[in-house]
């Protein structure tokens, strides 16, 4: 039984996610081609602030977002204010989230999503990377490229739409933060969400 248990508990290790990234400390590069073709890296967008979204379109806690047009506003809020946003959805294939480049545009474009652009990671490499547990999964770098923020988009961590308007977002009052040339007050959180669907 003991044994049973040891291998389960191994297994376990050997899937999960690696240790996460410390706020403060430099962001992880990414190198990924996105849904249109064009290559992804941080080190393309050095002197920005880069917002990190986990996603996975099946997940409740996505719908409430998107389905409330708050994520879309965010979205649109950081785009105005010259900040990137890469969606990342490391859901392995054959798993709840997991979407062809087709499905991911047609999704994207029957939701009215604002990012600057949407990155499949079926092999979870980026996820893990960054230790993303959830969806939504958020991480906010600054302009030098460090780790300003990361952990849930705000403090209600439910599935309802409604609790979208009293929420505080950290995504926002992160990016407004580094904008006015401080840290964000709040750097890590516990993300809420649906587990990230990695690969076994």
Same mark, same amino acid.
């Given at each position: ?17 690696? !240790? ?9 590069? $990414? ?7 064009? !290559?992804?890296?941080?080190? #393309?967008?050095?002197?920005? $602030?880069? /917002? ?5 379109? %099946?997940?409740?806690? /996505?719908?409430?977002?998107?389905? %409330? ?8 809020? #950081? ?22 480049? #087709? ?49 849930? $988009? ?12 009293? #929420? ?33």
């Amino acid at each position: 039984m003991f044994k049973h248990f040891m291998l389960a508990m191994a297994a376990l290790m050997l899937s999960a996610p690696a !240790h996460a990234v410390e706020t403060g400390s430099a962001a992880p590069a $990414i190198h990924a081609t996105d849904i249109t073709g064009k !290559h992804q890296s941080l080190e #393309a967008y050095k002197g920005k $602030i880069v /917002v990190l979204e986990w996603h996975n379109p %099946s997940c409740p806690f /996505v719908v409430k977002h998107y389905g %409330s047009d708050n994520m879309q506003k965010l979205q649109e809020y #950081a785009a105005s204010k010259g900040v990137v946003w890469l969606t990342i959805n490391s859901s392995a294939e054959g798993k709840q989230g997991s979407m062809t480049t #087709a499905e991911a545009q047609g999704y994207l474009q029957s939701v009215g999503s604002k990012e600057s652009a949407y990155i499949l990671d079926p092999q979870g490499k980026i996820g893990k990377l960054y230790n993303a547990l959830t969806t939504p999964h958020m991480y906010v770098i600054d302009a030098d490229g460090k780790l300003a923020y990361q952990g849930a $988009i705000d403090d209600k961590p439910g599935a309802d739409k409604e609790d979208v308007k009293t #929420a505080n977002n950290y995504v926002r009052a992160a990016i407004d933060a580094l904008l006015a040339g401080k840290t964000p007050q709040t750097g890590t959180t516990k993300a809420y969400g649906c587990g990230v669907k990695y690969k076994d």
